[in-house]
Each structure stands twice: as C-alpha cells, then as structure tokens.
C-alpha cells in the first residue's frame, strides 16, 4: 500500500518556490544592472542617461497615455480625431442596438461652426415620405450606374487594410445595397467575393492596371472593367490627409499576395508618387477622364481635396471650352481631416481645406458654370454620423462616403496603430494572429447595420425638416452658429442650390462622350 507524504509534499514545494523565488530576484536584480549600466553608458538619450532604468517608464507611459487618456480623462466629446460621443453611435448602430439618449444633449450649441438644422412647425408624418430614388451617374456613359444609396464605403485599399476587413466590407455592402471603393492598392478577389457593386481607384501608381514603366496599362485595365460589378473609375489626385504626398504601405505589410495584386516588389515600402505624371493641368486630367471612359464604358471621375479654388475655376473653363461632355461623371471631394493609414504630420495638420468649406465652393462652382446637372458630388472625410450626412446633402453632395466610420463598424477602437501592423482589431495588419479576432461574417452584419441605421436617422432630420426624403435636403434646412446665440441658415452664407434634375437619357446620347484621342 502506498501512501502519500503530505508533509513532505509542502516540505518540497515550498522550499522549490524558494528557490525560484530567489533565482526570480536575482534574475531581477542582474537585469537592472544590466540596464543600469547600458543607460548610463549610452549618448542617445538623455533622459536614460540621467535617470537609469526608471527613465525608461517615461517611454512605455507615453506609449500608454493614448490609450489611458481615452478610457479615463477624456470627456465624451473631446477626443480627435473622432470623440467618445461619434465612436459610440457608430458602435450601437452596426450592433443594431437602441441609440437613443436620455436626460439632455452633451454637445455644446453655442461654439461658431456649429451644425444646427431647421425643424418644420408641421413635419412630414411618418406616413408622408417617399422613397430615396436611385440617382444615376454618367447616364450618358455605355453603361451608367444607378446608386441607390446615398451614404456609401471610401475608399480603403487591400493591404492597408486586411483580407478579413476587405471581405466584412464587400459582404456588408452587398447587404446594404451601397457601393465599396476599393481604395488605390487594386482590385482583390477579397472585394469581388461578396457582390457589391465596386468603385475602382486609379491612383498615381495606378496598382492593377500599369505597366512595367508605371504607365496606364489599358489591357489590364480592361480587365478590370470587365467585372460587372465594377460600376466606376476614379482616378485619384489627392487624399484629405495627405494632399501632394502619394500612398505609403510600410514593407512589413507588403505580404506577397498584396505584391502581385499591386504589381510591386515583396517586402519593400511601397510609395506611390504624389501625383499622376502624366496628368500635369486641366486639360490632361480631362483627356486622362475620356481615355478611362473610353476604355472602360463605364463612368469615370476623379477625387481630390482642395486647395487653391482657383483651380477649380480652370478646369470649369477648360470643359466649356471642350463641351460639357468632356467633363467627369463624378467629383470626390475629400476634407483635410480626411484619415489615413500613414502620412507625414505636416500634412495631416497644415495642408489642404477641410469639407465645411470645400464642399459648397465645389457644389457653387459647378452652378456657377452651369455643369452642376452634368457632375455628381460626392463628399468624403470625417462624415460618420447623421448630423454630418444630412450637413453634406443640405450643402448639395448628391452622395456621401465614409472610411472611417466604416472601420469603427468592422471593431475600430481608434487605438491609432493603423501604420505598424500591431492593430489591436485586426483592421489594418497583416499578422494572422490578429486578424483571427475579425470574423467577416459577424462584421459584415455590423457593416450592413450601420449604413441602415444611418440612414435611417438622416431620414428621420429630414422628415423633421419637412421634406419627404433626404435627397429634398437644402441649404434653408441648415443653419451655422456664426457667433454665440446667432446663427445663420447656409442659403444665406452661400447661394441655394436647386434640386437634382433626373433626366432620361437615350444610347443615342452615348455619342455626345469624345472619344479619348492619343
């Protein structure tokens, strides 16, 4: 019979967890010296060099006071770029949960540049409003697109996001009935694999369709347009956070499937130029839009933020000058506070108007040159939440996108680690390990959920407004604080604008679009 040693058990055991106790201090111990002794040696950093070993907590503390600073002393309404307040709408809407509030608004109303809009002494009844019409773009093109949502996904290339994301944003798409731009890093089987209809972006590396000299492959780019569900082409001149700087993908993101869909080398930054070489003035943007359309059949535009408006006054001129039907199908206008996966801070900062002003001087130039019937806007860069959707179609956008507001549907935490791979929510990295947490399924549901849901609430400001459906916003439904206790409605900070005309156009028409000359 064998019988067991209790005493003796505790005995071993406790005289084992000595020693390992002993042997973890004095591990302990060496590893402080060792620091010690390397930061009173080394010349790089002072603050190490002065105080060893417990000046390097000031590193790992900077490191941590983002995300300290967000869950413990930042009120709901001061983070940036996005706040608490706009974070959490866009969660409870893609989960589909009760968004609304009890007791009083936390925003401040009295702070110039404050949204406010115009509610009707009789509103529509909710019996009244009238459905959102699909509204057509290049209905003169071979192959028009009708849209049928007016709040649609930005662009977000595969690679600076993951194959997960790609798939949760094409499926969700697809279930929202609104569009997917596939951001300038190429056309993935990823964006394809869900059935939603594709904007494809051209940008100035022209991933997908260039050729071995980074010029404009056309064959390639047939292929492109020959997926039914690529629906429009914009090729891209500049991005809201970073106007004059191309696309940055750092070297631990180019995996080699990322590699052969952009046709670049693995394991090597990828740096697009900061602007189309071939594409140096008005009239050669023009000529690129016909060369695109002609090859493609299908309606082309370009984004870009703006700068100098004066530009904007060239190009209205130079499709005078041609004839309305060299102008592009669409222009995006992206706002300097418009996200990114990296760029220089100079640039995120300084450079570039932001879409509270762009926007109207876009929509104001067009009317002003009468081409406003024949382009469509569609305004992009930090509209996530109702308020600032019906904002940009009181304005005159005839279309909204969003990025980052998507991102926070797919489990964005804004934990800003977008650049190095390390993304906590399996967004925007390439390590499988993370991206495990992302579950496309799941995520696409949340996606689908949000665009409804926001819809749905900018519908219930318009029916508050006393217009039937969103698309009947305008500028008298809108004021701006312009002062504390004063504010002013936007038809009188810019001229009004009239409502979209839908014409029907004949294949006949298809003719009046100038073929791309070489």
Request: net charge neutral; glycine share 8%.
């Amino acid at each position: 019979m064998v019988t067991f040693d209790l005493p003796g058990f505790i005995t071993t055991f406790l005289a084992v967890m000595a020693a390992l106790f002993v042997f973890a201090i004095g591990v302990g111990v060496l590893l402080v010296v060792t620091l010690y002794i390397i930061d009173i040696t080394q010349t790089q950093h002072a603050i190490r060099r002065n105080f060893p070993v417990i000046g390097r907590l000031r590193y790992r503390l900077e490191h941590l006071g983002v995300f300290f600073r967000q869950y413990f002393s930042a009120m709901d309404r001061e983070e940036m770029p996005f706040n608490r307040a706009q974070r959490a709408w866009v969660y409870r809407a893609a989960k589909n949960l009760d968004n609304t509030q009890p007791f009083g608004s936390t925003r401040d109303l009295r702070p110039p540049g404050t949204v406010l809009f115009t509610n009707a002494a009789f509103p529509a009844l909710d019996t009244e409003p009238t459905a959102v019409e699909p509204l057509t773009i290049g209905p003169d093109c071979p192959q028009p697109y009708a849209a049928s949502s007016f709040f649609n996904i930005s662009a977000m290339s595969y690679g600076a996001i993951s194959q997960p994301a790609v798939r949760a944003l094409s499926r969700g798409a697809r279930q929202a009935s609104c569009w997917l731009n596939t951001g300038e890093g190429g056309l993935s089987p990823y964006h394809l694999e869900g059935g939603a209809d594709l904007v494809f972006q051209i940008g100035t590396a022209k991933y997908g369709v260039c050729d071995q000299g980074g010029a404009l492959d056309e064959n390639k780019l047939r292929a492109v347009a020959a997926h039914s569900q690529v629906r429009l082409f914009e090729i891209k001149l500049s991005q809201g956070a970073k106007p004059g700087k191309g696309g940055i993908l750092p070297a631990i993101k180019v995996t080699p499937e990322i590699a052969t869909i952009r046709g670049i080398p693995v394991g090597r930054d990828s740096r697009s130029p900061n602007r189309h070489p071939d594409i140096a003035d008005p009239a050669a943007l023009l000529d690129f839009v016909a060369r695109v359309r002609a090859i493609t059949g299908k309606p082309t535009g370009f984004k870009l933020v703006i700068g100098d408006p004066r530009w904007f006054d060239d190009l209205c001129q130079t499709i005078l000058r041609r004839g309305p039907a060299s102008a592009p199908d669409f222009v995006t206008v992206d706002s300097a506070d418009g996200g990114t996966g990296a760029a220089p801070m100079s640039l995120l900062d300084y450079v570039g108007l932001p879409i509270q002003e762009s926007l109207p001087l876009v929509v104001d130039k067009l009317s002003e040159y009468g081409l406003r019937e024949r382009i469509r806007v569609i305004a992009s860069g930090k509209l996530i939440n109702p308020g600032e959707v019906a904002w940009a179609l009181c304005v005159g956008a005839d279309f909204v996108n969003s990025a980052r507001g998507f991102l926070f549907a797919l489990g964005c935490i804004q934990s800003m680690q977008c650049d190095k791979n390390t993304c906590p929510a399996g967004i925007t990295t390439h390590n499988p390990r993370l991206q495990r947490g992302l579950d496309p399924t799941d995520k696409a549901e949340r996606v689908r959920h949000y665009a409804e849901n926001l819809r749905r609430e900018v519908e219930i400001i318009t029916h508050a407004c006393g217009a039937a459906n969103p698309r009947q916003l305008r500028r008298e439904h809108c004021r701006i604080v312009v002062s504390p206790g004063r504010s002013v409605p936007l038809d009188e900070l810019y001229r009004p604008t009239s409502a979209p005309v839908h014409q029907t156009h004949t294949d006949d028409d298809c003719a009046s679009i100038p073929a791309y000359q070489d």
